[in-house]
């Protein structure tokens, strides 16, 4: 399995960023695709997961109404669409999937990783 994650950058608070994972090498067609970001010095924190059969979403409680998780089958790429930026949602942010996951926010459910976009909100 491969991730490849783009459409991270410098933007301002209020602003809007998407960021997309484009997926590859799956064996099955039933996974699920999670978004984690992590600031240095803190533990990886799952933003977001959609399960790309059912369309299936869940969402950090900080984040809900601003960020958008969405999946196009015509390409198996993941978008996070972010709007209302905040300083606080600065970070490296990740793309990660599982074939099965109990605890959608836990990153050691999520075996595959991507090498991380950097999202900076300016103030």
């Known amino acids: 399995v491969q991730l490849v994650e783009s459409g991270g950058g410098l933007v301002q608070a209020g602003g809007s960023l998407r960021l997309s994972c484009a997926a590859s090498?799956?064996?099955?067609?039933?996974?699920?695709i999670g978004w984690f970001r992590q600031v240095p010095g803190k533990e990886r924190e799952g933003v977001s997961c959609?399960?790309?059969?059912?369309?299936?979403?869940h969402y950090l409680d900080s984040i809900k109404g601003r960020f958008t998780i969405s999946f196009d089958n015509t390409d198996n790429t993941t978008y996070l669409q972010m709007d209302d930026l905040k300083p606080e949602d600065t970070a490296v942010y990740y793309c990660?999937?599982?074939?099965?996951?109990?605890?959608?926010?836990?990153?050691?459910?999520?075996?595959?990783w991507g090498q991380g976009t950097q999202v900076t909100v300016s103030s």
């Open positions: 990660a999937a599982t074939y099965g996951s109990t605890w959608w926010h836990l990153p050691d459910e999520y075996p595959y």
């Open positions: 090498g799956f064996t099955s067609d039933h996974y699920a």
């Open positions: 959609i399960d790309v059969k059912d369309e299936t979403t």
